[in-house]
């Protein structure tokens, strides 16, 4: 039991660079205090004291803000950062060196009886605000982006983002059709920000496209400036206007919505 004990403080070191020493660990984790609180609970769940562990549980909940059922099996090393308002269901299974973040939900999507909530294998990651919802399988070193809705299953090693969750899949080597874009980018004095994230956005794929056609565009030019020259003109000689780029830079601050000012009535962040 000991032994366990230590690796989960150990593993508070290897994921949160804001630990500093054992003690602070020990008594300022409440995702430590709720992972401890659950294997008593668990261990009760399994020999059929079943209100006892429901008590226990509850106890948990009420000193940590994270709600794991009894009946849930969790693995080693597994991290709760943050950890308030984590909810994690009866029949859900988390494996060894799984970290969730605060606002996690594991939960389910019917009131039937038996296998009900995800699987999470080895080494998953649960962005903060995620929920996880259903009897599927998230596949081992996967990732569940921030505020994501994730209802099917996730392959392993892939990344779900956005509502309803979708894989992202990572192209690990550069396409043609990047290095044509990254080209054009580069000739009118663009920085293709978009074109370098991971995650899907809207403007960059709209940026993307429009950096094709100007890629297809600029061919085209170029095929005519050629022909022009063996008529004999000179028209393709001729510089092209520089572009300004502090123009764009201006509108890029200008669309830039200003910062919500909190409500008199909420409260401070912390």
């Known amino acids: 039991m000991f032994d366990r004990m230590k690796e989960d403080i150990a593993s508070v070191f290897h994921r949160d660079p804001a630990a500093r020493n054992k003690l602070e660990v020990l008594f300022c984790y409440p995702g430590l205090h709720a992972i401890w609180f659950h294997r008593l609970a668990h261990c009760l769940w399994v020999r059929d004291a079943r209100l006892l562990a429901r008590m226990v549980s509850n106890l948990g909940r009420w000193l940590t803000g994270i709600e794991i059922h009894p009946g849930a099996t969790v693995g080693r090393r597994f ?76 392959p392993a090693g892939a990344t779900a983002v956005g509502i309803p969750g979708r894989i992202i899949v990572r192209e690990e080597a550069v396409t043609e059709q990047q290095v044509k874009r990254q080209a054009m980018a580069e000739k009118i004095g663009f920085d293709a920000y978009g074109e370098t994230r991971d995650m899907p956005d809207p403007v960059a794929r709209s940026i993307g496209l429009m950096l094709d056609h100007m890629h297809a565009v600029d061919g085209r030019i170029e095929s005519m400036c050629e022909a022009l020259k063996e008529l004999g003109s000179d028209y393709c000689a001729r510089d092209l206007p520089k572009l300004d780029t502090e123009d764009f830079e201006a509108l890029m601050d200008d669309a830039e919505p200003e910062p919500s000012k909190p409500d008199a009535d909420s409260s401070a962040p912390r």
């Open 79 to 154: 991290f709760i950062d943050h950890g308030m308002g984590v909810v994690i269901g009866e029949t859900a299974e988390i494996g060894n060196d799984v970290t969730l973040y605060q606002g996690v939900t594991l939960g389910g999507t019917s009131w039937n009886k038996g296998k009900r909530h995800p699987t999470l294998e080895d080494g998953v990651v649960v962005g903060a605000g995620a929920k996880v919802l259903g009897p599927f399988t998230v596949g081992k070193g996967a990732k569940i982006g921030s505020n994501a809705v994730v209802t099917k299953a996730v």
